[in-house]
């Protein structure tokens, strides 16, 4: 992989696998301590973030991942949080919450990211979304 390469990894569909399930799973699959990387879950969408604190192969990780078969028996899927700083999301629902634009920029659907800052603008309906970014050198 390049060095631009993401330091997250999007787990789609953890329903059926405990958090205390994945992070095995993934320092098992990845031979990392749970000192190298942070997990965050959003149950309401099923899906979980993994931020590696240390530099791995995050393409070469999720292949052996969507290999193993603890994971197919899960269903579950693995991809990598290409990450923007800053998005403009537009034409939102009215009296919609930051807390709401963040799990749903955090979702892996809309190819988010952990999230930064979320600067609500609601006479627009408009909101700015800030990444946290994820830079080897800056």
């Given amino acids: 992989g390049s060095a631009e390469t993401s330091a997250s990894v999007a787990f789609e569909n953890v329903q059926k696998c405990s958090p205390k399930c994945l992070c095995l799973l993934l320092e098992n699959i990845s031979g990392l301590t749970e000192d190298d990387y942070t997990l965050e879950v959003i149950p309401e969408i099923n899906v979980a973030v993994a931020t590696f604190l240390k530099r791995i192969d995050t393409e070469e990780f999720i292949r052996k991942?969507?290999?193993d078969?603890?994971?197919k028996e899960f269903k579950m899927t693995a991809r990598l949080l290409e990450l923007t700083q800053?998005?403009?999301a537009e034409n939102l629902p009215d009296n919609i919450s930051t807390d709401y634009i963040t799990v749903y920029f955090e979702s892996v659907r809309s190819g988010g990211g952990p999230v930064s800052d979320v600067q609500l603008f609601p006479e627009?309906?408009?909101a700015i979304i800030t990444f946290c970014a994820h830079k080897g050198n800056t």
Wanted: proline content about 0%; charged content about 35%.
């Fill in 65 to 67: 991942f969507s290999q």
């Fill in 69 to 71: 078969k603890r994971v």
């Fill in 86 to 88: 800053t998005i403009k």
């Fill in 124 to 126: 627009e309906n408009s």
